[in-house]
């Protein structure tokens, strides 16, 4: 039996709220939370439910600044770790350039963070002034 489209939505903000609540270079959790956020949006697609056009504006708005924030984490992460030479690189940044290589990497993020940005303009939001 499917789940109400009511439970989906409390689980897919309960997802959200985790995910902004973790830190941006906590890529282990980060890429968990990732997942189960594609599982919860993928049992709506399966039951013909527009998920996102369930969720609140805010709530699009804020997984779109945590997406944002992860995004520039990473970009900064593997540009420490591909630095000149590896000069001053640990193994802690290679371990996290390498978690950040998974499959929910920057081009993940980049496709989420478009996605978003679409849903907010066809709601009509100007994304540059709801983030200042």
Not at 25 to 30: G, K, P, R, T
Not at 63 to 82: F, G, N, Q, T, Y
Not at 108 to 120: A, G, K
């Amino acid at each position: 039996m499917s789940r109400s489209v009511d439970d989906i939505v409390s689980d897919l903000a309960q997802v959200t709220d985790a995910l902004i609540a973790t830190e941006a270079d906590d890529f282990a959790v980060l890429f968990r939370l990732l997942e189960r956020q594609d599982e919860l949006r993928s049992e709506a697609r399966q039951d013909g439910i527009d998920i996102d056009g369930q969720r609140p504006t805010n709530d699009i708005l804020a997984e779109l600044a945590w997406a944002m924030r992860c995004r520039d984490v990473l970009i900064h992460r593997k540009s420490l770790v591909s630095g000149p030479q590896g000069h001053g690189v640990s193994g802690k940044m290679v371990e996290l350039s390498s978690d950040a290589d998974r499959p929910r990497g920057l081009e993940t993020l980049n496709v989420q963070i478009s996605s978003l940005q679409s849903l907010l303009l066809n709601r009509g939001i100007d994304i540059e002034a709801a983030s200042t």
